[in-house]
T-cell receptor
């Protein structure tokens, strides 16, 4: 069964600190892995997309890593800001058809001053 | 200009009613989607249209009927609403292709009383 699991479920950090969010997946056949940021009351916004051959991808203070062998990904946020408070969703795309995405439940991050 | 816009933003209605949610994108994309985000925050694909043709139809009750009058619009009509239909519904669009980014609308929060 295609699944995406994220940890932790929620996280509180102080402004300026770094944090790392985890994602494990069992999606097969694998096409690509994405990280989305979803602010409260808004739709998800894409942060990074990585294919099988890509180990790391950065977008400003966000750096995603992918280990396709162990089927794990992480999202590292550097020097957190209050505006980073949001849910971060790991999404895996399966091959074999149109762009079908399997979503994790997300990690809810709260950055406190 | 909002890239993917959906209306209404909030919808409160009684069980048994019929309602519609509209979605429009001005990004020139050829593929549009409807997602349901339940209380546990999982996003699940419901439908996908490519060039006005249905390409993904997950196991969704046939009370849900999408309609795509043109590439820029994908509406969702729901008949005989049930309590379990209460959720946030997101519209998204992308260009066809495995790695293409999906752009999401802000969501429609449906509450069935």
């Amino acid at each position: 069964k295609n699944q995406v699991e994220q940890s932790p479920q929620s996280l509180i950090i102080l402004e300026g600190k770094n944090c790392t969010l985890q994602c494990n997946y069992t999606v097969s056949p694998f096409s690509n892995l994405r990280w989305y940021k979803q602010d409260t009351g808004r739709g998800p916004v894409s942060l990074t997309i990585m294919t099988f051959s890509e180990n790391t991808k950065s977008n400003g203070r966000y750096t995603a890593t992918l280990d396709a062998d162990t089927k794990q990904s992480s999202l590292h946020i550097t020097a957190s800001q209050l505006s980073d408070s949001a849910s971060y969703i790991c999404v895996v795309s399966a091959t074999g058809g149109y762009n079908k995405l399997i979503f994790g439940a997300g990690t809810r991050l709260a950055v406190h001053p | 200009d909002t890239a993917v816009s959906q209306t209404p933003k909030y919808l409160v209605t009684q069980m048994g009613n019929d309602k519609s949610i509209k979605c429009e994108q001005n990004l020139g994309h050829d593929t549009m989607y409807w997602y349901k985000q339940d209380s546990k925050k999982f996003l699940k694909i419901m439908f996908s249209y490519n060039n006005k043709e249905l390409i993904i139809n997950e196991t969704v009750p046939n009370r849900f009927s999408p309609k795509s009058p043109d590439k820029a619009h994908l509406n969702l009509h729901i008949n005989s609403l049930e309590l379990g239909d209460s959720a946030v519904y997101f519209c998204a669009s992308s260009q066809a292709g495995a790695k293409n980014i999906q752009y999401f609308g802000a969501g429609t929060r449906l509450s069935v009383l």
